[in-house]
């Protein structure tokens, strides 16, 4: 709920700035048509007010097309480093805090099942399962802080809604733990975090969650 209204907000802000700045470019060009329309011409008044009523309108079509057009040709959300950052922590945060569950539970199971590890002394399998825990962690903090790098990088460039930013991350994301073949391993429990995301997103939607 936090996470929605703080986008919603983020949008609004960024409508009122984009308003803002529309208005003063207009009146920026209001100006100049008028200083343009004294000195080079001597028409009368009526004239010049519907000239510059058609420039201002020009010009809040251009200005409009130029900043929801991007540079790929779609329509996307304004850029904030506050906002990337904030999806980027959020991501290594919720990834890290649920590797270290998956290699808690791995690291336990294979603990209890290896004869080797059964005859080791109590330090030997702490230390095992701590290495194990916080491999774990970092790994999925990674994974899960690009996914949603890439879902905001997605959101800001082409804006294809959450069904789209999802297939996005997750393309990039799991692209990338398939890569290598130490971490296929991983692969089940990368699919579930993003399987758990995508809920999360999708009841939030529905306003269930």
């Known amino acids: ?8 907000l983020s949008r609004e802000a960024a409508n ?29 008044s009526s004239n010049v007010g519907e000239t510059q009523q058609s420039s201002l309108t020009n010009t ?8 929801e057009v991007n540079f790929l040709g779609f329509v996307g959300r304004p850029y904030q480093t506050s906002d990337l950052l904030r999806n980027a922590a959020f991501g290594a945060t919720i990834g890290s805090i649920t590797g270290m569950c998956f290699g808690f539970m791995d690291s336990i199971r294979s603990a209890s099942s290896s004869t080797l590890l059964k005859s080791a002394s109590r330090s030997a399998q702490g230390k095992f399962v701590f290495q194990g825990t916080y491999r774990s962690g970092m790994f999925f903090g990674a994974f899960f802080g690009a996914f949603h790098t890439v879902k905001y990088a997605t959101r800001v460039l082409i804006d294809p809604g959450d069904a789209g930013e999802i297939a996005m991350g997750s393309a990039v994301a799991l692209g990338g733990v398939v890569a290598r073949r130490e971490w296929r ?22 306003g269930k969650a």
Do not use: C
């Open 16 to 44: 009122e700035q984009k308003e803002l700045d529309r208005e003063r470019e207009s009146k920026k060009k209001m100006q100049e048509q008028q200083t343009n329309a004294q000195t080079t011409s001597g028409e009368s």
């Open 185 to 206: 391993a991983s692969m089940p429990y990368a699919v579930m975090l993003v399987a758990m995301d995508a809920f999360h997103v999708f009841m939030r939607e529905d």
């Open 1 to 8: 709920m936090k996470e929605r209204i703080w986008r919603d």
């Open 60 to 67: 809040q079509t251009t200005t409009s097309t130029e900043e």
